[in-house]
Nanobody
Framework: QVRPVESGGGLVQAGDSMRLSCAAS????????LGWFRQAPGKEREFVAA????????DYEDSVRDRFTISRDNVKNTVYLQMNDLKPGDAAVYYC????????????????WGQGTQVTVSS
């Protein structure tokens, strides 16, 4: 199993960039697909982006597709979410999650979760 730990959240202004990191301890990190989800107050947790176990496959929620980039470093056991042109609607707690092999789009597909990191975007 893996144990994700997110970092990199904070307060930014609209239009700024931010990079989230998720370091996952545990064995066989490279065999896991990693996903980023977010949850804003009063809303359900939603899919943001995911990357497959060998990084060939990536996918994004439509509203972030042209602004966010997910990547992974299997040597450092870390997945990143580069977020550009942040908007107030991107404000949420961002969670990193892991599942074996293939990308998933629903939170119930992921077995391992981090505690989340807060992203706040001021207008």
């Amino acid at each position: 199993q893996v144990r994700p730990v997110e970092s990199g959240g904070g307060l930014v202004q609209a239009g700024d960039s931010m990079r989230l990191s998720c370091a996952a301890s545990g064995r066989l990190f490279s065999t896991y697909a990693l996903g980023w989800f977010r949850q804003a107050p009063g809303k359900e947790r939603e899919f943001v982006a995911a990357i497959g176990s060998i990084a060939r496959d990536t996918d994004y929620e439509d509203s972030v597709r042209d602004r966010f980039t997910i990547s992974r470093d299997n040597v450092k056991n870390t997945v990143y979410l580069q977020m550009n042109d942040l908007k107030p609607g991107d404000a949420a707690v961002y969670y990193c999650a892991a599942r074996h092999r293939e990308i998933g789009y629903q939170d119930w597909e992921y077995s391992y979760w981090g505690q989340g990191t807060q992203v706040t975007v001021s207008s």
